[in-house]
């Protein structure tokens, strides 16, 4: 690509750090080297891509918006004003449910969203409001949010909630159910998220709002049965049964969303009908993230370094996850690809099934969370761990005790990612570090995907968008 006289590309721009863990574990101790650090690696911002992007009311960085949260709280205020609350009876108790990705993705932002909605409903309808964390089974895994957020001074009531705690049975359109026990134990709930796209190879951006209720607010054996949904339009069967069912209509209340991009947050939308909501917001999801996306199709080779807090495929890089990097020779969005669960099983019916990842090369862990099992993902790699720390943690938790057959443990960083790359011979290096708003590689891979991008924002708003609107039957 030719240079400009503006080189487009950030070279001093720091990763968030690490966390505290909530199983005591101190990445942000002993893990001491980044790999924003390493030789030739770059920021590319997202919006020299992707211009069109919309601008963000609040962003963790200043490079890439406001870090500012006052527009983000009067923005909250008034989307709760303009909602029916009239169900919740007056002094009653209302669970307040949040989501870790929410704290994770989105940060201040997200629990300034839930401070602006628990104090309108003590004003409005003098209740008494408990926020309840649905955990994932990565539970002890995730980053201590309530202390990183100082949670228990902020709220009044606060509790997390894993999935393999009680459950309550509930019956649905699918059969008996499951949900956590925790989460709706009060007689009303309002339901929260964030609009980033971390999965879509599961949902597919189908009710793309509904999927806490089959997984985050789910209990175990129901989360277990969401993942069976996997398809080109039942990913979302197990979270919709759910929430129609009776023992959740008769405590919902309504949703409150931060609409995101991957830069940051660029406004808060709520509704009491869930499902207007999901499809007031699909469009812009399916453009700003769809476009990036694809364009992650167009790498030919890489070797991603994972350094961040998520676990394998939900570790983030500029606001996107692994995962789209790894089933990025599939368009997901496309509905008119049949089956997604059979990853690497067809060669015969090639873009009916998850994709290859045939771009990545090998994978090196500088660290990464356990928690979810990932084996079967990564096991058509090598891989490639930073530390003898990193890699205790990895095989010392039970959903991944074979990963030690897969790995080759490294003194440092630097000395992993060259094993890596004399094993390949693939220089390019793509950093999911949790860094928002850019894509943080290898000049060279930088410079290929500013090369890509004219053609491939063409071809999303030409081709893919009205595509992927008219198989959902969006406006």
Same mark, same amino acid.
């Given at each position: 690509?030719p240079m400009?006289t503006t080189?487009?590309?950030l070279?001093?721009?720091?990763p968030?750090p690490f966390q505290?863990?909530w199983?005591?574990?101190r ?5 001491t080297e ?9 920021a590319?911002?997202?919006r ?14 200043e490079?890439?918006?406001?870090t500012?949260l006052?527009e983000?709280?009067?923005q ?7 909602m029916d609350?009239?169900?919740i009876?007056?002094r009653k108790?209302?669970?307040l449910l949040a989501?870790p990705?929410?704290?994770?993705y989105s940060?201040e932002?997200?629990v300034?969203?839930?401070?602006e ?5 003590r004003?409005?309808r003098?209740a008494r409001?408990?926020?309840r964390?649905?955990?994932?089974m990565g539970?002890?895994?995730n980053?201590d949010w309530?202390?990183?957020?100082n949670?228990?001074?902020r709220f009044?009531? @606060?509790?997390e +909630?894993?999935q393999?705690g009680?459950?309550?049975?509930? %019956?649905? $359109? /699918? ?17 929260t998220h964030v609009?980033?796209?971390r999965?879509?190879y ?5 009710d ?11 209990r ?9 949904g996997?398809?080109?339009r039942?990913?979302q069967m197990v ?5 129609e069912s009776?023992?959740i209509q ?5 949703t409150?969303?931060l609409n995101?991009t991957?830069?940051g @947050?660029?406004? +808060?939308e709520?509704d ?5 909501? %999901?499809? $007031? /917001?699909s469009?812009?999801?399916?453009r700003?993230?769809g476009t990036?996306?694809r ?13 961040g807090h998520?676990?394998?495929v ?14 990025a ?7 008119d ?6 990853h690497?099983?067809?060669?015969t019916?090639?873009g009916l099934?998850?994709?290859g990842?045939d771009?990545i ?5 500088n660290?990464m969370?356990?928690?979810v099992p990932?084996?079967s993902?990564?096991?058509?790699f090598?891989l ?7 890699y205790k943690?990895l095989?010392?938790e039970p ?8 790995a080759?443990v490294?003194?440092?960083l ?6 890596a790359r004399e094993?390949?011979g693939c220089?390019e290096l793509?950093?999911?570090d ?11 891979l930088?410079?290929h995907?500013?090369?890509?991008a004219?053609r491939?924002v063409e ?5 893919l968008l009205p595509k ?8």
């Open positions: 690509m400009t080189d487009p590309l070279r001093d721009l720091t968030p505290r863990v199983n005591g574990n990445p942000d101790q002993l893990i980044r790999a924003a650090d390493l030789p030739g690696v770059v590319l911002p997202v020299e891509l992707v211009p069109d992007l919309p601008r963000p009311i609040w962003s963790q960085m490079d890439f918006g406001p500012d006052t983000l709280r009067e909250t205020r008034a989307v709760v004003q303009g609350w009239s169900a009876e007056k108790t209302v669970h989501n990705h929410g704290f994770s940060g932002a997200y300034a969203m839930l401070e909605i628990a104090a309108h409903l004003t409005e003098q409001v408990k926020l964390i649905a955990e994932s539970h002890i895994d980053p309530v202390s990183i957020f949670l228990e001074k009044d009531d @606060v509790k +909630v894993p393999i009680p459950g309550s049975k509930i %019956d649905t $359109r /699918l059969g008996d159910m499951y949900v956590s026990k925790g989460l709706f134990r009060s007689p009303y709930f309002v339901h609009t980033d796209l999965e879509a599961l949902h597919r951006m189908v793309r709002l509904y999927k806490p209720f089959g997984m985050g607010y789910a175990l054996e129901t989360r277990s049965a969401y993942h069976f996997y398809g080109p039942t990913g979270s919709r049964a759910v929430f009776d023992f008769k405590r919902y209340t309504g409150v969303v995101t991957s830069e @947050v660029i406004g +808060v709520g009491n009908d869930l499902r207007a909501l %999901d499809r $007031r /917001l469009e812009g999801m399916l700003n993230y990036l996306m364009l992650l199709g167009e790498i030919d080779a890489c070797i991603p370094v994972l350094d998520g676990c394998s939900y570790t983030y890089g500029g606001g996107l996850t692994f995962s789209n990097l790894l089933y020779d599939t368009d997901f969005f496309d509905l690809n049949l089956a997604l669960s059979a690497r099983s067809s060669e019916e090639p099934f998850m994709g990842g771009a090369k090998s994978i090196v862990i660290y969370a356990g928690g990932y084996h993902s990564l096991q058509h090598s490639h761990v930073a530390s003898q720390q990193a943690w095989i010392n959903s991944n005790c074979y990963v030690e057959n897969l080759t490294h003194d440092g630097r000395d992993a990612v060259r094993a094993e390949t220089e793509m950093v999911f949790y860094t928002p708003g850019a894509f943080r590689v290898t000049e060279g930088a410079r995907l500013l090369d890509c004219p491939v071809n999303v708003e030409r081709h992927w609107m008219a198989q959902r039957k969006l406006p």
